[in-house]
């Protein structure tokens, strides 16, 4: 069965500054598919960016990258160059590929805010 | 391009009726998924629909239901109504693709169930 860890259920950080949210994961499966999504006050989840646990490369989009440390189960959002907007929930899933159910399984989510 | 739609935004109900939530996926996309966010707690999957069948279930009792009809949209009713399933509600869609690690959910902005 999988399961994501979440362990910090608050973060703070300044505007401009860099934050790292963290991610553990424990799956049995060799083939699976990391995702961080962003949950603002609207309650709309917004995805954030995908890493795949055969690819090569931590994966980046904008300001989000994915500190991916296979061997530990990691799968680190880290975010540059915070700004006041970027303070919302934000959750981090896993898919199990092999199985082809297209499901995501959620962490309980890390409450961040970003002050002036 | 039109996102995930929800109806209705907010629903208020009492104990032992029946709640119907709607969905309208992107289109062209054929997976509809229903997760439920209780507050403050991640999100709990509940039904996976796929070209109009029930493809996969989460650990609900079976007074959560659903349907997705030719057009893909997607209804998930809830009978006998509780207190504890007053939640967010949250439909999701994506491509159908068994292979494709990197299918991402998109998600609608959600159904606010109260139950007094």
């Known amino acids: 069965a999988q399961k994501i860890t979440q362990t910090q259920p608050g973060m703070f950080v300044q505007e401009k500054e860099a934050v790292t949210l963290d991610c553990t994961y424990d799956?049995?499966?060799?083939?699976?598919?990391l995702f961080w999504y962003k949950q603002p006050s609207s309650g709309e989840m917004i995805f954030l960016i995908y890493q795949g646990s055969y690819d090569q490369q931590n994966a980046t989009e904008g300001r989000y990258s994915l500190n991916f440390q296979k061997a530990r189960k990691s799968a680190n959002l880290v975010i540059s160059a915070s700004q006041l907007g970027d303070s919302a929930m934000y959750f981090c899933a896993m898919r199990d590929i092999n199985t082809g159910f297209q499901k995501l399984v959620f962490g309980t989510g890390t409450r961040l805010l970003v002050s002036p | 391009e039109a996102g995930v739609t929800q109806s209705p935004t907010h629903l208020i109900k009492t104990r032992g009726q029946q709640a119907t939530l709607r969905c309208s996926p992107i289109?062209?996309?054929?997976?509809v998924y229903w997760y439920q966010q209780a507050l403050g707690l991640g999100l709990q999957f509940l039904l996976w629909?796929?070209?109009?069948?029930?493809?996969n279930r989460g650990n609900f009792p079976p007074r959560f239901s659903g349907r997705q009809f030719p057009n893909y949209s997607s209804e998930l009713n809830v009978n006998a109504l509780e207190l504890e399933d007053s939640a967010l509600y949250l439909c999701?869609?994506?491509?159908?693709?068994?292979?494709?690690?990197?299918?991402?959910?998109?998600f609608g902005a959600g159904s606010r169930l109260t139950v007094l």
């Open positions: 799956t049995s499966d060799p083939s699976y598919g």
């Open positions: 999701a869609s994506s491509l159908y693709g068994r292979s494709s690690g990197a299918n991402v959910l998109t």
């Open positions: 289109s062209g996309h054929t997976s």
């Open positions: 629909y796929d070209e109009g069948e029930e493809r």
